[in-house]
């Protein structure tokens, strides 16, 4: 009896619809490309990158500076799609530690957040504080434990923003892809946190960067799935969160590895300077749109024509013998293997990449996303379409 319950109250949700599945594009300044609009029917939602968080502190705010306007985008989007402005990015910390600091200044924030939604004609906000806490950009200058109070203070500049922008705005996150990172996401946090949010963009990508000293997959199926199992052990609903993908390729220096056959786990040089946390040069990437840096090419060209697949990790890659150099990016057949196995396996809400241009001008990566999310939507309304019928024969 119970179980006909149980079974009876799923069909009546599937066939009331929940909500469709989610596709994300950040469109940034860096690369302001646009496909064919055929290729875009899938995306449900456009989010601009970025808008600098310290701007929204100040009384009366600037100027609102953007490297696009909303309405002008607009119309090579379908009908229904979402512009979302992102607030923050890698490194953009400080006007969020002024912002998050007392009430009155997070009732500032996001009093100007709203106001700036409205006058650039947006439909929310994408809020990309990395990160919250701590282990940003400057954490070997500013401790985290400078940073503990964040960890409060985060659901509450949230909470601020909901109540200025309403309930009807959308509100979202761009969250940690590492456990490492997760400082302010904690089983007492996450839900609070997701309770203001729409949705949260998870960025399983970078999760192999320059703190690492061991090669990984840095988009990889294993070390993504973990990202993901993270957030719903600590009380994210699965169908709120988006799955990641990097429009972009990684690459660092390693040592000779000992199993040249088995590279993933080989150690790599040290690639961030132990003392400023600044950069050293022994690792780097770049996006699909980039010009491939000339002393880069023969490697690169090595890595896309000799790339294997490791189905143990779930990622592409690529060792590079003669340069001791490691490739490791998602291929346009490594993102429909994440299809199932994530999205579907893991009933997740949604798909997200960074970003829309980095893929131009071929966009076979976005081809690949738009393949799966057809796929996935057919499933989905044949699932729906299945329980109307049953509800309506019961
Ligand atoms: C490598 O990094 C891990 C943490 O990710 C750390 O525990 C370990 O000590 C590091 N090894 C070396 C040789 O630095």
Redesign the pocket.
């Known amino acids: 009896m119970r179980f006909l319950i149980v079974a009876l109250l799923a069909l009546v949700q599937l066939a009331a619809g929940t909500q469709p599945l989610r596709c994300l594009m950040y469109l940034t300044g860096q690369h302001v490309v646009i496909p064919d609009y055929a290729l875009t029917r899938h995306i449900t939602h456009v989010a601009l990158a970025f808008m600098n968080s310290g701007v929204f502190n100040e009384e009366p705010p600037q100027e609102w500076s953007l490297f696009t306007t909303i309405p002008s985008i607009r119309p090579k989007f379908h009908p229904g799609t979402k512009f979302l402005v992102a607030i923050g990015g890698w490194g953009d910390t400080a006007g969020f530690d002024v912002a998050a600091e007392s009430e009155d200044s997070r009732v500032r924030w996001a009093r100007n957040v709203a106001q700036m939604v409205e006058d650039m004609e947006a439909d929310g906000v994408d809020v990309d504080w990395e990160y919250p806490g701590g282990n940003g950009e400057d954490y070997k200058k500013v401790p985290n434990s400078e940073k503990a109070w964040q960890i409060t203070a985060y659901p509450l500049l949230l909470q601020a923003l909901r109540r200025e922008l309403g309930p009807h705005k959308l509100i979202t996150a761009a969250l940690p892809g590492l456990e490492?990172d997760m400082l302010a996401f904690t089983p007492a946090t996450i839900p609070q946190i997701v309770s203001q949010l729409d949705f949260v963009n998870v960025m399983t990508y970078d999760l192999f960067n320059r703190?690492?000293?061991?090669t990984k997959h840095h988009t990889g199926i294993a070390l993504s799935r973990a990202s993901i199992n993270a957030y719903i052990s600590r009380g994210a609903p699965a169908d709120k969160l988006n799955l990641g993908f990097p429009f972009y390729v990684k690459w660092a220096l390693t040592e000779p590895c000992p199993d040249p056959e088995n590279p993933v786990g080989c150690?790599t040089l040290l690639m961030e300077d132990p003392e400023t946390g600044a950069d050293l040069g022994r690792a780097g990437g770049f996006s699909f749109h980039d010009e491939v840096p000339s002393d880069l090419a023969p490697s690169y060209n090595r890595a896309l024509a000799q790339g294997k697949y490791d189905r143990v990790g779930g990622g592409h890659y690529y060792w590079d013998e003669g340069e001791n150099r490691w490739w490791t990016f998602d291929t346009p057949e490594a993102i429909r293997v994440k299809f199932p196995v994530l999205v579907e396996g893991m009933g997740l809400g949604g798909v997200f990449a960074w970003g829309l241009g980095e893929d131009a001008p071929e966009f076979a990566h976005l081809e690949a996303v738009d393949g799966a999310m057809e796929k996935l939507r057919g499933k989905e309304n044949a699932k729906r379409d299945a329980a109307r019928q049953s509800t309506k024969e019961l």
């Open positions: 490492r703190r690492d000293n061991v150690p």
